[in-house]
């Protein structure tokens, strides 16, 4: 029988988000296993792992805040916006300071515009971005598109070594916005070039890196893997009690909800078992999935 629930993993470096679902899928005999959100294979940290009829989660989680620690390496550009790619060293401007870095760091906080990196999963045409540029076709920047930060903090600035600075950055951000893309930006922002060096996710939505378990261990565990419940992918929402409106819920109508604040929520039977996924406007809860869990 095919496990139920969420599995908060720290993801190895070198491994993709789609070979650790494999890994699991197997280790567990589960067959339907997925993701909350890809990391690329060089970071590491929190990836929220599904099982089950949990999968219906993966999207939506996959679309919540995210929190990030980032080393950015300034003093060389790279073709790839991180360390996998080709450097190129570039001078650092004369003076630069913690001051400096913070004041630039400020302007990338809140609703900005942000050029996603050539080498991203980004379809142009049908096609994704990374696989023209290896094809020699994708020499035209990807068009900037909207992503909100809400913190860009430095945490220290540790000395180069061979190389340059490295700024290590707390940020707190949307979905869709790219950490390398801030590391390149960050570069220029300064004067110089830079690129993202070490990245470990640290939260996605209500899931954090205290949450996670090693891989090793998830696999060790095998079929006995002990799940987080749907409620901690929501925890921190609202929690609307539908008992006398289950059957308009069940079939995709708002129902009453008195007292509870706007915002994303979910509604549960008298049990406690989470029945939708929404958001509550106007005294009302709307959903928006489904998932009985």
């Known amino acids: 029988m095919d496990l139920v629930g969420v599995l908060c993993v720290d993801k190895p470096a070198g491994m993709t988000s789609a070979a650790v679902v494999g890994t699991l899928r197997r280790s567990s005999g589960t067959r339907r296993v997925g993701h909350g959100g890809t990391l690329d294979p060089a970071a590491t940290g929190v990836l929220p792992v599904f099982f089950g009829r949990a999968t219906v989660l993966a999207d939506h989680l996959s679309a919540q805040g995210k929190s990030y620690r980032a080393g950015i390496r300034l003093g060389a550009g790279s073709t790839t916006d991180d360390a996998e790619g080709e450097l190129t060293p570039a001078a650092l401007p004369v003076g630069l300071t913690q001051d400096t870095v913070v004041g630039a760091l400020a302007g990338f906080v809140g609703d900005i515009m942000q050029r996603p990196p050539a080498y991203s999963a980004l379809k142009v045409d049908g096609v994704r971005s990374y696989r023209r540029v290896r094809r020699g076709e994708g020499d035209a920047p990807l068009p900037p598109r909207p992503a909100r930060v809400d913190r860009a903090e430095l945490v220290r600035v ?101 007292g509870a604040p706007d915002g994303p929520s979910y509604a549960q039977d008298g049990a406690g078992r989470v029945l939708a996924i929404g958001e509550v406007r106007d005294g009302s809860f709307h959903p928006r999935r489904l998932v009985e869990l």
């Open 158 to 258: 540790e000395a180069g070594g061979d190389g340059g600075p490295l700024a290590v950055v707390d940020i707190d951000c949307g979905p869709g916005f790219y950490v390398r893309a801030l590391a390149r930006d960050l570069g220029e922002a300064l004067g110089t070039r830079a690129h993202l060096e070490s990245l470990v996710r640290t939260r996605v939505g209500a899931l954090a890196l205290d949450d996670a378990v090693s891989l090793d261990a998830a696999v060790a565990a095998g079929e006995d893997l002990a799940l987080l419940p749907v409620r901690d992918v929501v925890r921190g929402w609202a929690a609307v009690r539908a008992e006398d409106g289950v059957e308009d819920l069940l079939q995709g109508r708002a129902v009453a909800a008195p």
